[in-house]
């Protein structure tokens, strides 16, 4: 099951449900699905083979400062530890934020992520 654990007074993902390699985010970005929406880009890739889910977060200095990367990428984790437990299959998920992304609300970004998630078919209703 996808938990954020606290750690040191922090909130982060539990390292095995995080993507570490670089190439894991090049596999699933270049062979994976994608659907684009307004303050996000998620990509998808079945894998059988996984144990679980795997994340990754992707945030370009063109959308903040380190502050600002940091808040939208643990609202990022927040939002996949809350639904990915009901979803089905084992999958490489990159998400990946957009230079509009600080202005959304967490109910926005949340809102966007389970809109793009749905139309990839990653989340059922």
Same mark, same amino acid.
């Given at each position: &099951?996808?938990?954020?654990?606290?750690?040191?007074?922090? &909130?982060? +993902?539990?390292?095995?449900?995080? &993507?570490?390699?670089?190439? $894991?985010?090049?596999? !699933?970005?270049?062979?994976?699905?994608?659907?684009?929406?307004?303050? +996000? @880009?998620?990509?998808?890739?079945? =894998?059988?083979?996984? %144990?679980?889910?795997?994340?990754?977060? *992707?945030? !370009?200095?063109? @959308?903040?400062?380190?502050? #600002?990367?940091?808040?939208?990428?643990?609202? *990022?984790?927040?939002?996949?530890?809350?639904?990915? %437990?009901?979803? =089905?299959?084992?999958?490489?998920? @990159? !998400? @990946?934020?957009?230079?509009?992304? %600080? /202005?959304? #609300?967490?109910? $926005?970004? /949340?809102? =966007?992520?389970?809109?793009?998630?749905?139309? +990839?078919?990653? +989340?059922?209703?």
């Amino acid at each position: &099951m996808l938990t954020i654990r606290a750690n040191k007074g922090t &909130m982060r +993902l539990q390292r095995k449900f995080s &993507m570490t390699r670089h190439a $894991e985010f090049t596999r !699933t970005r270049n062979h994976g699905k994608a659907k684009a929406g307004r303050f +996000l @880009v998620l990509s998808y890739l079945e =894998d059988i083979e996984l %144990p679980h889910h795997k994340l990754g977060v *992707i945030v !370009t200095r063109k @959308v903040g400062n380190a502050v #600002t990367r940091n808040l939208l990428r643990r609202r *990022i984790h927040a939002i996949c530890a809350k639904h990915l %437990p009901s979803a =089905d299959g084992k999958k490489y998920l @990159v !998400t @990946v934020l957009r230079w509009r992304a %600080p /202005e959304a #609300t967490f109910s $926005e970004l /949340e809102t =966007d992520w389970l809109k793009q998630a749905r139309r +990839l078919g990653i +989340l059922v209703a």
